[in-house]
């Protein structure tokens, strides 16, 4: 199969996460929604390296995956002690810094 | 015998010194080693005195060099002292009345609790005024001169719980500072000239004569005008006049030696040492002769009309000393009356203000002098002191302003030429009003009917004849002011002592001495005449009438004060006041303005920041899209 | 290697700094005594500064020099002329008195709060703000200069947003915001001064190549070291506007009165009388030597700055309301004197700068004291609300007088020394000048004596009746500088001898000559 089609996907992918960072209120979703773009980000990394023939590519996409990990563990952290103060998972509702 | 010279000024510094630091331990003799350190100073200065007569004329010039006291690359300034005729002349009158009136205020000031720190003051100007005379150079000069300045500031405010003294004080060293101006740019004017400001160099001697006589006129006559605006500060000279009156709130003690004897006078001592600088500008000359010409009767008319015997008093001081300026500007035909009409004045004048001031002792310091009135039965001592001082000064023949102010009328007619008959004819004319005002003070105070009534708390004054430690000093000054005179001129005694200091010369008189005598004595015989018609056979009143128009005007001082205060004063404060609003609007309110313009642009900026992640994520993602489209167009093109 | 002084001279007060931060809570009273004791050994050092240096050796005595940053040619580098000389013992001098006059000025309102510790931040701010100051006097590289120049603002920014007078009649509240704004001008003034400056100490090293002054000055002496007209007079007005904001120079001044204002009046002589001279003592080492052709060229231009600064500064004086602030003012116009001796360019004008700033020192700290003392029992600033405290306190007005004839240059006193030098010095090149100038002594005499006569004389008001007079620790600090300014008005020489060579090496280095006097000349 043409390696351009996984492009497409990982485009497609990154779009869907990007819109729903924008457009949706829960921090949960908003989480994901980020996730579901680094996880387009390395498909697309995967995709060159397969294009270019040489592993820089997939290197990278290990080190997001690490990144990415470290991240939801803060991340969901975060959201969690946010839950507790404020009751809300909204985003919306944390836009001050202090209570 | 040089190294004796130091020791006039250590006596008396010391004595300021202890008396001011001592604190209140030395209150019970503090007035005691004032006096003595006063004497001492007078004692050293007899010393001296006899060694210089010892000496030849021409070798009578004593130096003492202390120190280098600012030495800068180019410009030498140092602690020196010069012991001539001319400075011991004012070293005997200085430190002799000055011990005098120590010993005066003794019994004057005995009430007063800060009695010591008086004479801790009057200890500082007997220092500062000897520093004026003895030093070497015009910066060490102007060390005693602001000396003297900052002294007489004290006490004419010695009594500064009354606003009115603390005003007049400060008036006094303000205007004082004007004058100080005048000298400081004069010594920097001989520092761009010559290189140098020492007397030595400048003024040269009378075999050597100094750079002074290498100078192109025009620096000569700047020099000397500014000489001159110092002279006018410190010898309350008009413009610079306004001062003397106000002085009086001091204690009468200092009127006698600050404001009548001996600072007052240092403005005349400034121009005589500068007498080679003045010789070489007739310009100059001018303008001292007619400021000198212009006080003498500015004075006489002031003290006419006050009704306060101090103010009187000063108005007559101011007067006297426009005749020795009027002398001094004469140049060399003029400059030895002007230092003898200065010491005979330094007596008569100084004996007269005690006199003042014993007859407000025995009147609860009373000094209205329609509150008087027939007090010569109560103070004989007193009346006859003031008596001969009054002789004195208004010239009676014999007594020493005969002499002195007689000689000086006569240089100025041999002046010659229009100028002569003008400055003579002023002379004359100041004569005959002496005459008047001080008959006029005379009468009003010692004779007539009592004029005093009890105060509001219903004390009547109890006139008095003062403490002997008052009297005495009276007694040995009306003793000068009758035979100071005689002393000096017969057999030119004074002319001769002072001429290699000053240098002489004979004008040519229109007049001959003879005449110039008998119209000074006949226009004095008029000047008393007219004021025993106005107070002696008429009762005087005890308010005084509202007077003509130029009665009013002279107990305004002729409205010099009045102008003083609308166009410096009231302009000075309106000058300030707005100097202050610009500088908080316009100075600081640019900056402040920048500042504010700042924070509202941060203001408007903090906006984009609302805290809601969603709107941050999406101007990442319209920044990441714009770099992207960027990009591309880069590729593009 | 010989005894490195001049470091351990600024060291001391750093390392004390730190150890007086350090005192324990409860231990205020040690931390008092330390900052003293580390104040009276540094002027100790000092002083041996003073003896070991040789006026007639070579110019920059003392020198230490090691690398810093390589990189960039930064070395660190110490030495220190006459000028420098006589401004470290003014420092030194000084410190003493502020931490005895600041003494109680900065012991907490309530006891309790543990953590907090004020008195010690005070005193340790002091001395860090003093190891600042000795060292940018002794620093000889320019990128060494400069970051003290800089740093010195820290501490000072703290000292004056953090203390300020204990009674104010405003009330607390509004003393904090003034305070806090003046705190914020200070800091604002001088870094926008600073960051210029350092756009200029970038420019130097891009055209010169390293950052040593001596090496600088000699390059550019032996024609080494070429620099286009147009870049020299750009850096030379980097340099000199922050100099001239720190100075402060008019129109830069307006961030004075604010902070002298609203800081506790130790911290105002610690600005006014030490940090300040910063400022001018820059101008004669850095723009007159780094550029001496620019110097000239804006001489003129700074001429007319300083002279409006005298003038300027007197009439505002005059008219103040506010003890501090009149002081502040008084302040600016001797600023001017000092500013136009240094470009006068004569012997007499600069050895009178130089001794100008010393005398200043001394003189404000007397009087700004004194006046502190006096604020201090009364609780007000307002000149307005004294009057008469010459009955009830004789040795409080005594000293506040002389404090206030040293500010008019009463002969006889220090400053008059300096400030005739100056007028002579700037009168023997530009007459005109010269004589307005002169008038500052008139005005000069006017602020002060108004302010003696609303404050000392007349009837005494009720509020003061009760006022004691001043204590041991106040006349101690008071005393000794008063004695100082007699001697030094009376016996100058010691200071003179050793600025003398100093001031003449300066001129030499600009090719001014003096000029000549016309007499003699034509002789």
Same mark, same amino acid.
């Given at each position: 199969?043409?390696?351009?089609?996984?492009?497409?996907?990982?485009?497609?992918?990154?779009?869907?996460?990007?819109?729903?960072?924008?457009?949706?209120?829960?921090?949960?979703?908003?989480?994901?929604?980020?996730?579901?773009?680094?996880?387009?980000?390395?498909?697309?990394?995967?995709?060159?390296?397969?294009?270019?023939?040489?592993?820089?590519?997939?290197?990278?996409?290990?080190?997001?995956?690490?990144?990415?990990?470290?991240?939801?563990?803060?991340?969901?952290?975060?959201?969690?002690?946010?839950?507790?103060?404020?009751?809300?998972?909204?985003?919306?509702?944390?836009?001050?810094?202090?209570? | 015998?040089?190294?004796?010279?130091?020791?006039?000024?250590?006596?008396?510094?010391?004595?300021?010194?202890?008396?001011?630091?001592?604190?209140?331990?030395?209150?019970?003799?503090?007035?005691?080693?004032?006096?003595?350190?006063?004497?001492?100073?007078?004692?050293?200065?007899?010393?001296?005195?006899?060694?210089?007569?010892?000496?030849?004329?021409?070798?009578?010039?004593?130096?003492?060099?202390?120190?280098?006291?600012?030495?800068?690359?180019?410009?030498?300034?140092?602690?020196?002292?010069?012991?001539?005729?001319?400075?011991?002349?004012?070293?005997?009158?200085?430190?002799?009345?000055?011990?005098?009136?120590?010993?005066?205020?003794?019994?004057?000031?005995?009430?007063?609790?800060?009695?010591?720190?008086?004479?801790?003051?009057?200890?500082?100007?007997?220092?500062?005024?000897?520093?004026?005379?003895?030093?070497?150079?015009?910066?060490?000069?102007?060390?005693?001169?602001?000396?003297?300045?900052?002294?007489?500031?004290?006490?004419?405010?010695?009594?500064?719980?009354?606003?009115?003294?603390?005003?007049?004080?400060?008036?006094?060293?303000?205007?004082?500072?004007?004058?100080?101006?005048?000298?400081?740019?004069?010594?920097?004017?001989?520092?761009?000239?010559?290189?140098?400001?020492?007397?030595?160099?400048?003024?040269?001697?009378?075999?050597?004569?100094?750079?002074?006589?290498?100078?192109?006129?025009?620096?000569?006559?700047?020099?000397?005008?500014?000489?001159?605006?110092?002279?006018?500060?410190?010898?309350?000279?008009?413009?610079?006049?306004?001062?003397?009156?106000?002085?009086?709130?001091?204690?009468?003690?200092?009127?006698?030696?600050?404001?009548?004897?001996?600072?007052?006078?240092?403005?005349?001592?400034?121009?005589?040492?500068?007498?080679?600088? =003045?010789?070489?500008?007739?310009?100059?000359?001018?303008?001292?002769?007619?400021?000198?010409?212009?006080?003498?009767?500015?004075?006489?008319?002031?003290?006419?009309?006050?009704?306060?015997?101090?103010?009187?008093?000063?108005?007559?001081?101011?007067?006297?000393?426009?005749?020795?300026?009027?002398?001094?500007?004469?140049?060399?035909?003029?400059?030895?009356?002007?230092?003898?009409?200065?010491?005979?004045?330094?007596?008569?004048?100084?004996?007269?203000?005690?006199?003042?001031?014993?007859?407000?002792?025995?009147?609860?310091?009373?000094?209205?002098?329609?509150?008087?009135?027939?007090?010569?039965?109560?103070?004989?001592?007193?009346?006859?002191? =003031?008596?001969?001082?009054?002789?004195?000064?208004?010239?009676?023949?014999?007594?020493?302003?005969?002499?002195?102010?007689?000689?000086?009328?006569?240089?100025?007619?041999?002046?010659?030429?229009?100028?002569?008959?003008?400055?003579?004819?002023?002379?004359?004319?100041?004569?005959?009003?002496?005459?008047?005002?001080?008959?006029?003070?005379?009468?009003?105070?010692?004779?007539?009917?009592?004029?005093?009534?009890?105060?509001?708390?219903?004390?009547?004054?109890?006139?008095?004849?003062?403490?002997?430690?008052?009297?005495?000093?009276?007694?040995?000054?009306?003793?000068?002011?009758?035979?100071?005179?005689?002393?000096?001129?017969?057999?030119?005694?004074?002319?001769?002592?002072?001429?290699?200091?000053?240098?002489?010369?004979?004008?040519?008189?229109?007049?001959?001495?003879?005449?110039?005598?008998?119209?000074?004595?006949?226009?004095?015989?008029?000047?008393?005449?007219?004021?025993?018609?106005?107070?002696?056979?008429?009762?005087?009143?005890?308010?005084?009438?509202?007077?003509?128009?130029?009665?009013?005007?002279?107990?305004?001082?002729?409205?010099?004060?009045?102008?003083?205060?609308?166009?410096?004063?009231?302009?000075?404060?309106?000058?300030?006041?707005?100097?202050?609003?610009?500088?908080?609007?316009?100075?600081?309110?640019?900056?402040?303005?920048?500042?504010?313009?700042?924070?509202?642009?941060?203001?408007?900026?903090?906006?984009?920041?609302?805290?809601?992640?969603?709107?941050?994520?999406?101007?990442?993602?319209?920044?990441?899209?714009?770099?992207?489209?960027?990009?591309?167009?880069?590729?593009?093109? | 290697?010989?005894?490195?002084?001049?470091?351990?001279?600024?060291?001391?007060?750093?390392?004390?700094?730190?150890?007086?931060?350090?005192?324990?809570?409860?231990?205020?009273?040690?931390?008092?005594?330390?900052?003293?004791?580390?104040?009276?050994?540094?002027?100790?050092?000092?002083?041996?500064?003073?003896?070991?240096?040789?006026?007639?050796?070579?110019?920059?005595?003392?020198?230490?020099?090691?690398?810093?940053?390589?990189?960039?040619?930064?070395?660190?580098?110490?030495?220190?002329?006459?000028?420098?000389?006589?401004?470290?013992?003014?420092?030194?001098?000084?410190?003493?008195?502020?931490?005895?006059?600041?003494?109680?000025?900065?012991?907490?309102?309530?006891?309790?709060?543990?953590?907090?510790?004020?008195?010690?931040?005070?005193?340790?701010?002091?001395?860090?703000?003093?190891?600042?100051?000795?060292?940018?006097?002794?620093?000889?590289?320019?990128?060494?200069?400069?970051?003290?120049?800089?740093?010195?603002?820290?501490?000072?920014?703290?000292?004056?947003?953090?203390?300020?007078?204990?009674?104010?009649?405003?009330?607390?509240?509004?003393?904090?915001?003034?305070?806090?704004?003046?705190?914020?001008?200070?800091?604002?003034?001088?870094?926008?001064?600073?960051?210029?400056?350092?756009?200029?100490?970038?420019?130097?090293?891009?055209?010169?190549?390293?950052?040593?002054?001596?090496?600088?000055?000699?390059?550019?002496?032996?024609?080494?070291?070429?620099?286009?007209?147009?870049?020299?007079?750009?850096?030379?007005?980097?340099?000199?506007?922050?100099?001239?904001?720190?100075?402060?120079?008019?129109?830069?001044?307006?961030?004075?009165?604010?902070?002298?204002?609203?800081?506790?009046?130790?911290?105002?002589?610690?600005?006014?009388?030490?940090?300040?001279?910063?400022?001018?003592?820059?101008?004669?080492?850095?723009?007159?030597?780094?550029?001496?052709?620019?110097?000239?060229?804006?001489?003129?231009?700074?001429?007319?700055?300083?002279?409006?600064?005298?003038?300027?500064?007197?009439?505002?004086?005059?008219?103040?309301?506010?003890?501090?602030?009149?002081?502040?003012?008084?302040?600016?116009?001797?600023?001017?004197?000092?500013?136009?001796?240094?470009?006068?360019?004569?012997?007499?004008?600069?050895?009178?700068?130089?001794?100008?700033?010393?005398?200043?020192?001394?003189?404000?700290?007397?009087?700004?004291?004194?006046?502190?003392?006096?604020?201090?029992?009364?609780?007000?600033?307002?000149?307005?609300?004294?009057?008469?405290?010459?009955?009830?306190?004789?040795?409080?007005?005594?000293?506040?007088?002389?404090?206030?004839?040293?500010?008019?240059?009463?002969?006889?006193?220090?400053?008059?020394?300096?400030?005739?030098?100056?007028?002579?010095?700037?009168?023997?090149?530009?007459?005109?000048?010269?004589?307005?100038?002169?008038?500052?002594?008139?005005?000069?005499?006017?602020?002060?004596?108004?302010?003696?006569?609303?404050?000392?004389?007349?009837?005494?008001?009720?509020?003061?009746?009760?006022?004691?007079?001043?204590?041991?620790?106040?006349?101690?600090?008071?005393?000794?500088?008063?004695?100082?300014?007699?001697?030094?008005?009376?016996?100058?020489?010691?200071?003179?001898?050793?600025?003398?060579?100093?001031?003449?090496?300066?001129?030499?280095?600009?090719?001014?000559?003096?000029?000549?006097?016309?007499?003699?000349?034509?002789?």
């Amino acid at each position: 199969m043409n390696p351009v089609n996984y492009l497409y996907l990982a485009a497609l992918l990154f779009t869907i996460g990007a819109t729903g960072v924008l457009i949706r209120r829960n921090a949960i979703v908003v989480f994901m929604c980020i996730e579901l773009m680094l996880n387009a980000c390395n498909l697309a990394f995967v995709v060159f390296s397969r294009m270019h023939g040489n592993l820089d590519g997939q290197i990278i996409a290990f080190f997001t995956m690490v990144v990415a990990a470290a991240e939801v563990v803060v991340g969901l952290a975060i959201i969690v002690s946010l839950f507790r103060s404020r009751h809300s998972a909204s985003v919306d509702d944390a836009s001050l810094m202090k209570l | 015998m040089e190294n004796l010279i130091a020791l006039l000024i250590a006596a008396p510094l010391l004595g300021a010194a202890v008396l001011l630091v001592g604190g209140r331990r030395l209150d019970a003799v503090g007035h005691w080693i004032g006096t003595v350190l006063a004497a001492a100073s007078f004692a050293v200065g007899v010393v001296l005195f006899t060694d210089l007569l010892g000496r030849s004329a021409q070798d009578r010039t004593l130096t003492q060099h202390l120190y280098s006291w600012i030495p800068v690359e180019g410009f030498q300034a140092d602690v020196a002292f010069r012991l001539d005729q001319l400075s011991m002349t004012f070293v005997l009158l200085i430190t002799g009345v000055g011990s005098l009136i120590h010993l005066y205020s003794i019994g004057y000031m005995e009430h007063d609790e800060r009695r010591r720190r008086f004479f801790g003051y009057l200890n500082l100007f007997l220092a500062a005024m000897l520093l004026l005379v003895l030093a070497d150079n015009y910066l060490l000069l102007y060390v005693g001169w602001e000396g003297v300045g900052l002294a007489s500031y004290l006490l004419i405010g010695f009594w500064q719980h009354k606003p009115s003294a603390a005003t007049a004080a400060k008036k006094a060293f303000l205007v004082n500072r004007v004058g100080d101006m005048g000298l400081s740019i004069a010594i920097m004017l001989m520092f761009t000239t010559f290189g140098t400001f020492a007397f030595g160099p400048v003024l040269g001697s009378q075999e050597h004569p100094g750079l002074a006589g290498d100078a192109t006129g025009g620096k000569l006559t700047a020099i000397a005008l500014m000489l001159l605006l110092a002279a006018c500060g410190k010898s309350a000279q008009v413009p610079l006049q306004s001062w003397l009156g106000d002085a009086m709130e001091g204690p009468t003690p200092v009127s006698a030696l600050i404001h009548a004897a001996t600072m007052v006078t240092a403005g005349v001592y400034l121009i005589v040492r500068s007498a080679a600088i =003045f010789n070489g500008s007739p310009d100059a000359q001018l303008v001292v002769t007619v400021v000198g010409a212009v006080t003498l009767l500015f004075g006489a008319i002031v003290g006419c009309a006050k009704d306060d015997i101090k103010k009187a008093l000063a108005g007559s001081t101011m007067s006297q000393i426009g005749y020795m300026v009027l002398a001094a500007g004469l140049g060399p035909i003029g400059y030895v009356f002007a230092i003898m009409h200065l010491v005979t004045h330094g007596f008569f004048k100084a004996g007269l203000f005690l006199g003042a001031g014993s007859v407000m002792h025995g009147m609860n310091d009373e000094v209205d002098m329609r509150k008087y009135g027939g007090l010569r039965k109560y103070m004989p001592v007193t009346f006859a002191t =003031f008596s001969l001082g009054y002789l004195a000064i208004i010239g009676f023949p014999g007594l020493s302003g005969f002499f002195s102010k007689d000689k000086i009328i006569e240089a100025a007619f041999a002046k010659g030429g229009t100028e002569g008959w003008i400055l003579g004819g002023a002379a004359l004319l100041g004569a005959a009003v002496t005459a008047f005002y001080m008959t006029r003070v005379m009468l009003m105070t010692f004779f007539g009917e009592k004029r005093w009534q009890p105060d509001e708390h219903g004390h009547e004054p109890h006139p008095h004849e003062s403490p002997r430690s008052m009297t005495i000093p009276m007694i040995v000054l009306a003793f000068g002011s009758v035979f100071a005179g005689g002393l000096f001129s017969i057999g030119d005694r004074f002319l001769n002592w002072l001429e290699p200091v000053t240098g002489h010369a004979e004008g040519d008189s229109p007049l001959s001495p003879m005449a110039v005598t008998l119209i000074t004595t006949a226009l004095l015989v008029v000047g008393v005449a007219l004021a025993y018609a106005q107070y002696g056979r008429r009762p005087v009143p005890v308010v005084a009438p509202r007077g003509s128009l130029l009665t009013r005007a002279a107990r305004r001082d002729l409205y010099q004060d009045d102008f003083n205060h609308v166009v410096l004063v009231r302009g000075g404060e309106h000058l300030t006041r707005s100097l202050v609003y610009v500088d908080h609007t316009l100075v600081d309110g640019v900056v402040n303005g920048t500042a504010a313009s700042v924070g509202g642009l941060s203001g408007r900026l903090r906006r984009l920041q609302n805290g809601f992640a969603r709107s941050y994520a999406v101007s990442m993602f319209g920044g990441a899209a714009l770099l992207v489209a960027a990009t591309l167009l880069m590729r593009a093109v | 290697m010989s005894f490195p002084l001049l470091t351990a001279t600024a060291a001391l007060p750093a390392v004390g700094a730190i150890a007086t931060a350090a005192v324990p809570a409860a231990r205020r009273n040690a931390a008092k005594a330390l900052a003293l004791l580390v104040s009276l050994a540094t002027l100790a050092l000092a002083i041996v500064v003073l003896v070991r240096f040789d006026p007639g050796g070579d110019r920059y005595q003392l020198t230490e020099s090691h690398a810093w940053i390589k990189e960039f040619g930064v070395r660190y580098e110490l030495g220190v002329d006459g000028i420098g000389v006589a401004l470290i013992a003014l420092t030194a001098l000084l410190i003493p008195f502020i931490v005895l006059a600041g003494w109680h000025d900065a012991d907490p309102l309530e006891t309790g709060s543990r953590r907090w510790r004020p008195t010690q931040g005070f005193f340790a701010l002091i001395l860090a703000v003093e190891a600042m100051v000795i060292l940018s006097f002794e620093a000889t590289d320019v990128f060494l200069f400069y970051v003290f120049f800089e740093a010195m603002l820290i501490p000072m920014y703290f000292l004056i947003g953090g203390f300020g007078d204990r009674a104010h009649e405003h009330g607390e509240a509004a003393a904090s915001t003034q305070r806090s704004y003046a705190a914020v001008k200070f800091l604002l003034y001088n870094l926008v001064g600073g960051l210029i400056m350092l756009a200029a100490v970038i420019g130097l090293y891009v055209v010169a190549g390293n950052f040593s002054l001596q090496e600088i000055v000699q390059a550019r002496a032996n024609g080494s070291l070429h620099m286009a007209t147009s870049t020299e007079r750009w850096l030379f007005l980097g340099f000199f506007f922050a100099f001239a904001v720190k100075a402060p120079l008019w129109p830069l001044h307006t961030w004075l009165p604010n902070a002298m204002g609203e800081a506790t009046t130790p911290v105002a002589v610690l600005i006014t009388a030490v940090v300040d001279k910063v400022g001018t003592f820059a101008m004669l080492r850095y723009c007159l030597q780094l550029f001496p052709e620019a110097s000239k060229w804006a001489t003129p231009a700074i001429l007319v700055l300083a002279l409006i600064s005298i003038i300027y500064g007197a009439l505002l004086a005059v008219g103040q309301r506010d003890i501090k602030r009149l002081v502040a003012y008084a302040s600016i116009s001797h600023f001017g004197f000092i500013i136009l001796g240094i470009f006068a360019m004569t012997s007499q004008g600069q050895s009178g700068a130089t001794l100008y700033m010393v005398n200043h020192g001394i003189s404000t700290a007397a009087l700004m004291l004194v006046a502190g003392f006096l604020i201090s029992r009364r609780g007000s600033r307002l000149i307005a609300d004294y009057g008469g405290v010459q009955k009830v306190a004789p040795v409080l007005a005594g000293t506040f007088l002389i404090g206030g004839l040293a500010t008019l240059s009463l002969p006889g006193l220090a400053p008059f020394v300096s400030e005739f030098l100056v007028l002579v010095g700037t009168f023997a090149r530009y007459p005109v000048i010269g004589i307005i100038a002169t008038f500052g002594i008139v005005l000069a005499a006017l602020y002060t004596l108004v302010l003696y006569q609303r404050t000392m004389t007349g009837p005494v008001k009720a509020e003061v009746e009760a006022m004691p007079d001043l204590r041991a620790r106040e006349l101690l600090v008071v005393a000794p500088l008063i004695v100082l300014l007699i001697f030094l008005g009376v016996y100058p020489k010691p200071v003179t001898d050793i600025v003398n060579p100093a001031v003449k090496q300066t001129l030499s280095d600009v090719q001014k000559k003096d000029p000549q006097p016309e007499v003699e000349a034509a002789k």
